[in-house]
Every structure is written in structure tokens, then in C-alpha cells.
């Protein structure tokens, strides 16, 4: 028994284990700041890319390059040109409304997005308007995101499968006839 005592007195004198007391203390502050730096980074590419190929879509149908656009058209022309959005063609929903320049009045703030759980979804208004005509387009895209249970994953996630809503609005007037 006296060597027992002995021996753990020894242990609890000995230094040399230091250094991992600091690093497991440390090391759960330092991967939360940079996962939540890596999807924080990742949420700036996919909305930058998203407003790029909104842009350049919107660009072509107010140019007149699109005969007849509805929202299948739409969303594959955004797909196209947004490489970093996965399952774009599932997670993306366009809505294309005229503005009434009488009143000023602007659809209801928050677009519309695709629910992953649901069977159907819900219709979305595309209108190509008329010549002179002001348009506002909005597109929402459903992304998952890389760690959805630590850092700004857990703000973001907007459906129960890890997922979060990326907006873009824009607005354009039709070249005349």
C-alpha cells in the first residue's frame, strides 16, 4: 500500500503532461472558430455565384433572348451557370412578378423556397411582363450546410434536413418592343 501512495505521488508531482491539459482546453474554441469560418465562406460563394447567374440570366430575358421563359426554363438557365450549388435543379425556385408603377407596391418581402420534405410544391408566379415594364425577380436556393450542428450552421439551418436559404432579388425593365 505504501508504494501505491508513493507512486501516485509521483504522478501527480510530474510535469510533462502540461501541454495536452492546454490543447484538449483550447483546441474545441479553435475548430469552432474554423468551421464556422469555412461555412461562413462557403455561404459567401454560394450567394456571389447565385447573383452572378441570377444577373446573367435576367440579362438575357431582358434582352429578349428567351421566347416564352417559364419557371423550368429559368431555373435551368440559373442552374447552368451556378456550378457550386448542389442539386440545383431540385433546391432552386425562380418567381418573376411585374412591379405596378400606379402604386408601388412590392410583393411580400420573403421569396419563396423549395421544402425538401414536402411531396408537392408549392406554384411559383413567373410573369415575363410586357415591353417598359419593371420586374422584380427573386430566386431562393436551398443549400446544406457543411457542419450543421456546430458554429454558424446552427443559425442558418432553415429545414429540418440541415439546410439553408440563400436569397437574391433583383430588378430589371424590359427593353421596348
Same mark, same amino acid.
Given at each position: 500500500?505504501?508504494?501505491?501512495?508513493?507512486?501516485?505521488?509521483?504522478?501527480?508531482?510530474?510535469?510533462?503532461?502540461?501541454?495536452?491539459?492546454? @490543447? &484538449?482546453?483550447?483546441?474545441?474554441?479553435?475548430?469552432?472558430?474554423?468551421?464556422?469560418?469555412?461555412?461562413?465562406?462557403?455561404?459567401?460563394?454560394?450567394?456571389?455565384?447565385?447573383?452572378?447567374? *441570377?444577373?446573367? &440570366?435576367?440579362? $438575357?430575358?431582358?434582352?429578349?433572348?428567351? *421566347?416564352?421563359? !417559364?419557371?423550368?426554363?429559368?431555373?435551368?438557365?440559373?442552374?447552368?451557370?451556378?456550378?457550386?450549388?448542389?442539386?440545383? +435543379?431540385? *433546391?432552386?425556385?425562380?418567381?418573376?412578378? /411585374?412591379?405596378?408603377?400606379?402604386?408601388?407596391?412590392? /410583393?411580400?418581402?420573403?421569396? &419563396?423556397?423549395?421544402?425538401? +420534405?414536402? +411531396?408537392?410544391?408549392?406554384?411559383?408566379?413567373?410573369?415575363?411582363?410586357?415591353? $417598359?415594364?419593371?420586374?422584380?425577380?427573386?430566386?431562393?436556393?436551398?443549400? !446544406?450546410? =457543411?457542419?450543421?450542428?456546430?458554429?454558424?450552421?446552427? !443559425? =442558418?439551418?432553415? !429545414?429540418?434536413?440541415?439546410?439553408?436559404?440563400?436569397?437574391? $432579388?433583383?430588378? @430589371?425593365?424590359?427593353?421596348?418592343?
Amino acid at each position: 500500500m505504501k508504494n501505491l501512495a508513493k507512486h501516485l505521488r509521483t504522478l501527480w508531482r510530474r510535469e510533462d503532461g502540461t501541454a495536452t491539459m492546454e @490543447f &484538449t482546453l483550447m483546441i474545441p474554441a479553435f475548430m469552432l472558430i474554423f468551421m464556422a469560418s469555412f461555412e461562413s465562406g462557403l455561404l459567401m460563394v454560394r450567394h456571389t455565384m447565385l447573383e452572378r447567374a *441570377v444577373d446573367l &440570366t435576367m440579362r $438575357e430575358l431582358r434582352l429578349g433572348h428567351f *421566347v416564352n421563359p !417559364d419557371h423550368a426554363m429559368l431555373k435551368a438557365e440559373i442552374c447552368a451557370r451556378t456550378l457550386i450549388i448542389a442539386n440545383c +435543379a431540385e *433546391v432552386l425556385k425562380v418567381s418573376l412578378e /411585374p412591379i405596378d408603377t400606379a402604386t408601388w407596391v412590392l /410583393p411580400d418581402s420573403t421569396p &419563396t423556397c423549395v421544402d425538401r +420534405a414536402a +411531396a408537392i410544391q408549392p406554384v411559383t408566379e413567373v410573369n415575363p411582363g410586357g415591353a $417598359e415594364e419593371i420586374m422584380l425577380v427573386r430566386v431562393c436556393a436551398i443549400a !446544406d450546410a =457543411l457542419f450543421p450542428t456546430t458554429g454558424i450552421g446552427l !443559425d =442558418l439551418a432553415i !429545414d429540418g434536413q440541415g439546410g439553408y436559404g440563400i436569397y437574391t $432579388e433583383s430588378a @430589371f425593365v424590359n427593353e421596348p418592343a
